[in-house]
T-cell receptor, first 113, second 118 residues
Framework: KAGVTQTPRYLIKTRGQQVTLSCSPISGHRSVSWYQQTPGQGLQFLFEYFSETQRNKGNFPGRFSGRQFSNSRSEMNVSTLELGDSALYLC????????????FGPGTRLTVL | AQKVTQAQTEISVVEKEDVTLDCVYETRDTTYYLFWYKQPPSGELVFLIRRNSFDEQNEISGRYSWNFQKSTSSFNFTITASQVVDSAVYFCALSEAGSGAGSYQLTFGKGTKLSVIP
């Protein structure tokens, strides 16, 4: 089975721009979660989707948004980028969320200049 | 609110030494799951183990073993006879039940960077 895939792997943007990251979960997995990893804050939960519905959201500003499609693929969008948004964005999928084991993709490294 | 603490920021050991990575958690739920993940330099988080709050049996998988103690809210990870390939950042994480703020998400510790020196 193919693992979680994320595109693009690397991205460079400038302040004020917006960006969209994509995640394809493991086949059969219906839950997709997003995490931000920075040296200062560590791994922080952004949001979780299941059957196209957001079930939980972390403590991030409204500039961070996401969605999930009927095929379980997910995208996250960050608008009006700030320097502090530079991070590794990790996507994880699981069968149905909750206690299920989350399997992570390789991440998208976003650099904001 | 849930919290995971990994007090050891960095550990260095010489190859073939045993090493234990500590993890202490806080939660108000009686039902929860604990996880360990490994993050090599490539960046991808690799799942190692999942343990539920009702199962306090220790687990061994090859050179890896885990000690779960509810009385001390700890879930420690030991690598026996460490190898250079074990060099990575290791994360402990907690997942809670129910529909509250902690559900459907992993709460991670800050991670422990393990360096195994040949």
């Amino acid at each position: 089975k193919a693992g979680v895939t994320q595109t693009p792997r690397y991205l460079i943007k400038t302040r004020g721009q917006q960006v969209t990251l994509s995640c394809s979960p493991i086949s059969g997995h219906r839950s997709v979660s997003w995490y931000q990893q920075t040296p200062g804050q560590g791994l922080q939960f952004l949001f979780e989707y299941f059957s196209e519905t957001q079930r939980n959201k972390g403590n991030f500003p409204g500039r961070f948004s996401g969605r999930q499609f009927s095929n379980s693929r997910s995208e996250m969008n960050v608008s009006t980028l700030e320097l502090g948004d530079s991070a590794l964005y990790l996507c994880a999928s699981s069968l149905s969320g909750g206690y299920d084991t989350q399997y992570f993709g390789p991440g998208t490294r976003l650099t904001v200049l | 609110a849930q919290k995971v603490t990994q007090a050891q920021t960095e550990i260095s050991v010489v190859e073939k030494e045993d090493v234990t990575l500590d993890c202490v958690y806080e939660t108000r739920d009686t039902t929860y799951y604990l996880f360990w993940y490994k993050q090599p330099p490539s960046g991808e988080l690799v799942f190692l183990i999942r343990r539920n709050s009702f199962d306090e049996q220790n687990e061994i998988s090859g050179r890896y073993s885990w000690n779960f103690q509810k009385s001390t809210s700890s879930f420690n990870f030991t690598i026996t006879a460490s190898q250079v390939v074990d060099s990575a950042v290791y994360f402990c994480a907690l997942s809670e039940a129910g529909s509250g703020a902690g559900s459907y998400q992993l709460t991670f510790g800050k991670g422990t960077k393990l360096s195994v020196i040949p």
